[in-house]
């Protein structure tokens, strides 16, 4: 994953930055306050405080839905490239190291701007608990290794390689990571086109 140069490794042991201070800043600088922010990512107040200061980190999802907010892009708010290009290699993925948990997200796409689609695999330590989420869009998850417990409305899936979901966002969601095994899952998720302060 990219951070300034993109070498992270499932197994990396450096320390994860920590991007409260870079979000804060740039919410200040457009005057937004944390209930405009929450509004426009259907994020709670109290959890976005919480990544401000580092005691709490979000997921990818949630990442792109806090620049969106910020009128800016993941890349441009955490200061990396911001390459588009439809063809990428294996050995030349952006990648994004996040949370005290050391989540590992491999940037897949998108490959053209005005993209719909955002496709990443996630590497997840073992016992890992999501985020408890319900937003807009659509979400397909195909787990490639290890074993999950996906919790959708009101239904539980537990998940084995070879295993897909995809569901409306809408429906609140979240999954732990099950066994000693981490996990790697490739996910392709969409997210609302338009950001705004209302």
């Not at 600088?29 to 200061?53: C, H, P, W, Y």
């Amino acid at each position: 994953m990219t951070l300034s140069e993109p070498t992270a490794t499932p197994q990396a042991d450096q320390d994860t930055p920590n991007y409260g201070p870079v979000i804060r800043q740039r919410r200040k600088a457009l005057g937004m306050t944390l209930d405009d922010v929450a509004k426009a990512t259907n994020l709670t107040i109290g959890f976005l405080s919480q990544v401000e200061r580092g005691i709490s980190s979000p997921s990818l999802s949630s990442f792109q839905r806090i620049a969106g907010a910020l009128q800016t892009s993941l890349e441009q708010l955490i200061k990396v490239p911001e390459p588009y290009s439809e063809y990428v290699s294996k050995d030349n993925r952006q990648t994004y190291l996040l949370g005290k948990a050391k989540r590992l997200y491999e940037k897949l796409g998108p490959g053209f701007p005005g993209a719909l689609t955002y496709p990443c695999i996630i590497h997840r330590p073992p016992g890992h608990v999501s985020e408890h989420m319900q937003h807009e869009g659509e979400v397909f998850c195909y787990l490639l290794e290890g074993s999950l417990e996906y919790h959708l409305g009101d239904k539980v899936f537990i998940m084995t390689p070879g295993d897909s979901i995809h569901h409306d966002t809408a429906k609140p969601h979240y999954s732990r990571v099950l066994g000693n095994d981490p996990s790697a899952e490739l996910w392709v998720s969409s997210t609302p086109i338009n950001f705004s302060k209302s």
